[in-house]
């Protein structure tokens, strides 16, 4: 089934064959997939997840889409005895292909790209500082920090602060210009929810748009990505896969059951806009953004990024940091998620929720996993087996 009538370049549905892929092992995904909905040696308690969708392929054939488990298991978590409150049967809802999950920190994967897209017209220049285009952020000695350095976690931001603290939005915004760096920028690697933070500051700033708006109209309307945004209509909720019963003290809010609205605590106090986190998506949109960046930023007669703009996505920066390979936005090199598709040019990220997404330019494949790990609760998500599992299984599948 093709879901782009544009030119034969579109993503399809077809066989193990077409794609490339060998049949047999490519059936061990959805093997090694339905062993993680129990407990397992590492997980002796409960799941890892309550449910998952699997998408794997190989050139413009996505040979596996598979769902398993619930999307909507429990109504609560029970922290006295460390239980899931379940729903009825009849009132709890299986996952399905086209289920939506909350993607965490595969958001900072668009907020990445909207910059490239600028760098590539010109608008944004990689070492320029980020205090020529936004003068407030270079308060508390941030003034040398570069917008290459925000890409690629080298800025010297501390990982994270509790925003959702302060009352207002401005007080929000405020509290992250005047935070001062940890480390000197450009002398060490440490993973930062600020970095995308700050880079969607700069992105409204200089296009004069929020970023949901620039997610829209740059990407997900021209990739027909109708199930990609942030702050999902309500009318979504029963097609989206809940995550955490959210409360203190686990949680920095207390939300109770989290299902259709952003679980990150700081993208929700944000109003569901965030750099770092906030959009909702489903298997197939991710595997359409997948398909465009292996093909050098272009899907079908749709262009997102030229193809030099785009390689810079699979190029290391982080040369002088062995072991966190980036490329801007994008990790590369990681095998503890990325399995035996590991290569200096995979490229992916993962999200909290238990969202994953592996990108190998060698190969031509892609694989993404979205399952909700942190429903019902935080604390059940443990690790990254699932995903090097999957990842092994669909490198064993490539013929060579």
Request: negative net charge; charged residues 20%; glycine residues 10%.
């Amino acid at each position: 089934m093709v879901r782009d009538d544009d030119t034969g370049m579109a993503l399809r549905h077809g066989t193990a064959a077409e794609a490339g892929l060998l049949p047999e092992r490519l059936a061990e995904l959805v093997t090694e997939a339905e062993g993680f909905l129990g407990p397992t040696p590492t997980h002796p308690t409960h799941p890892w997840y309550a449910g998952a969708v699997v998408l794997a392929g190989r050139g413009r054939t996505v040979a596996l889409h598979h769902a398993l488990g619930t999307a909507v298991r429990y109504s609560a978590y029970d922290e006295k005895t460390d239980t899931g409150v379940e729903l009825p049967p009849g009132r709890r809802i299986a996952m399905a292909e086209d289920t939506i999950f909350d993607l965490a920190s595969l958001t900072k994967l668009f907020t990445a790209l909207l910059a490239v897209r600028r760098i590539e017209r010109g608008e944004l220049a990689l070492e320029d500082e980020v205090s020529a285009y936004l003068p407030e952020f270079g308060a508390a000695g941030k003034q040398d920090i570069t917008v290459r350095q925000l890409l690629t976690h080298t800025s010297g931001l501390r990982a994270w602060l509790p925003l959702y603290d302060e009352p207002t939005y401005e007080g929000k915004v405020r509290r992250l210009l005047n935070d001062a760096p940890i480390s000197p920028p450009g002398t060490a690697y440490l993973y930062s929810d600020l970095n995308m933070l700050a880079l969607q500051l700069l992105l409204e700033r200089i296009s004069g748009h929020r970023l949901d708006t620039l997610l829209h109209d740059e990407i997900t309307a021209p990739l027909r990505m109708h199930r990609t945004r942030y702050n999902p209509p309500a009318s979504w909720r029963p097609r989206i896969a809940a995550t955490e019963d959210a409360r203190k003290p686990w949680s920095g809010l207390d939300l109770g059951l989290v299902w259709g609205e952003v679980h990150d605590e700081n993208a929700y106090a944000l109003g569901g806009v965030a750099g770092h986190a906030g959009i909702f998506s489903c298997a197939w949109d991710l595997a359409v953004l997948a398909r465009m960046l292996l093909d050098g930023g272009a899907h079908g007669r749709t262009r997102i990024l030229g193809a030099d703009a785009t390689a810079l996505l699979f190029t290391d920066f982080n040369t002088a940091f062995p072991g966190h390979a980036h490329g801007l936005g994008f990790e590369l090199d990681q095998r503890w998620y990325m399995g035996a598709l590991t290569s200096p040019r995979t490229a992916g990220h993962t999200g909290f929720t238990g969202t994953s997404m592996v990108l190998d330019p060698t190969t031509d494949t892609f694989l993404i996993v979205l399952a909700n790990s942190v429903h019902p609760v935080r604390s059940w998500r443990s690790g990254s087996a699932p995903r090097v599992a999957l990842a092994d299984a669909l490198a064993r599948a490539i013929a060579q």
